[in-house]
């Protein structure tokens, strides 16, 4: 057992709708940051019942990812986010240590339609300008890097010699 090595994975794919208004700051260096809370529904039969359970997940997103949030995120917001779970320790104002789970976004996909108001105050479905999918740069930096490794060091890639082509 000890000659066995754990793969390093780390990743998960969730949606749900946002559970209140996101949270927009900037740390003290003017990096941009977002946080917001998601729930994702699940529906079961037990006993022939269906039933509904709801799991709550905090979610934050940096830089770019977190600046294409910003006027697209409200309260029942529709998203799927593509992330790594991280966990922090901080201080409440009492003083005690607390520590959280959340998902560290690398990607999210926008469901919902944007709306327009137009000069009327009516609200209309805008036409799409832009892909709903944002990426977090480090991600694509780290894809961009991978390109010239071994197909069996990326996920998803498999490694076919010309016989199997």
Known sequence: MADLKMP?????????NLTKDPI??????????????????RK???????????????????????????GRLQKGSAVLIDGELQS????TEDGHSRSIVEIKAR????????LKTTETGQEVVEEEDEPSTYTDDSFDKFLASSEGETGSEIIGEQN???NQK
Request: aromatic share 12%; net charge positive; hydrophobic share 40%.
């Open 8 to 16: 390093e994975l780390n990743s998960v794919i969730i949606a749900g």
């Open 24 to 41: 927009f700051r900037q740390t003290t260096n003017g990096t941009p940051v977002v946080n917001f809370t998601i729930a994702s529904n």
């Open 44 to 70: 079961f039969k037990n006993n022939g019942k269906w039933q509904e359970d709801v799991c709550f997940v905090g979610v934050v997103a940096w830089n770019k990812l977190a600046d294409s949030c910003r």
């Open 88 to 91: 922090r320790t901080f201080k």
């Open 107 to 114: 990607r999210i996909q926008f469901l919902n339609k944007r």
């Open 160 to 162: 076919l010699d010309e």
